[in-house]
């Protein structure tokens, strides 16, 4: 009996969860409401099964985002920087920590990461005012632990850092076919 009940209780509360809709009328007041918005609103977005639709945080848990908001993580590659680089995105991906990747490409970067580790060694890691030079996976872990962050992604999240793919060349058709 108790198992129908709590069942029930479950299934109420996934039909209650309501699309929620916020935008600015001309006049400029904010409204919230669970109707969409006329079509002269501004600033319009639109919140789902108590999330906030923004787009700097996605549907990142609450977690991360405030260890985010308090130690945001950088991680610190080269072109050359091959299997160390590699397994350093693989873990803060594995993790679902959200990173920014600075490749080092201009003297500035170079100046910054000096700065920062001593002299110019990647991959090196920044979690707020923390750095550690190299790859370890258990320092790595260590930082992350640290600032927040959780020690595995949630599920069905998707990498959040790293340098995008690179494009694969398009085939135009002025090669001549070979036999």
Avoid at 67 to 79: C, D, K, S, W
Avoid at 149 to 169: D, I, R, V, W
Wanted: neutral net charge.
């Amino acid at each position: 009996m108790r198992f129908l009940l709590v069942l029930c209780l479950a299934l109420l509360s996934a039909v209650v969860s309501a699309q929620t809709y916020r935008w600015v009328d001309p006049s400029g007041r904010t409204i919230i409401s669970d109707t969409p918005p006329p079509g002269k609103a501004k600033e319009v977005s639109r919140t789902g099964n108590g999330q906030a639709a923004t787009a700097d945080d996605g549907d990142l848990p609450f977690a991360v985002r405030k260890a985010r908001e308090n130690f945001p993580v950088t991680l610190f590659t080269a072109a050359d920087c091959t299997t160390d680089c590699q397994q350093a995105r693989d873990l803060l991906n594995s993790r679902g920590v959200p990173f920014t990747e600075k490749m080092l490409q201009k003297a500035e970067d170079a100046t910054e990461l000096k700065a920062l580790v001593g002299d110019v060694f990647v991959p090196s890691l920044k979690v707020g005012n923390q750095s550690f030079r190299g790859f370890q996976a258990t320092a790595y872990h260590n930082l992350l632990d640290l600032a927040g962050y959780p020690k595995t992604a949630a599920y069905g999240s998707k990498p959040s850092g790293g340098l995008p793919p690179a494009a694969e060349p398009k085939d135009t058709g002025d090669t001549p076919a070979t036999n």
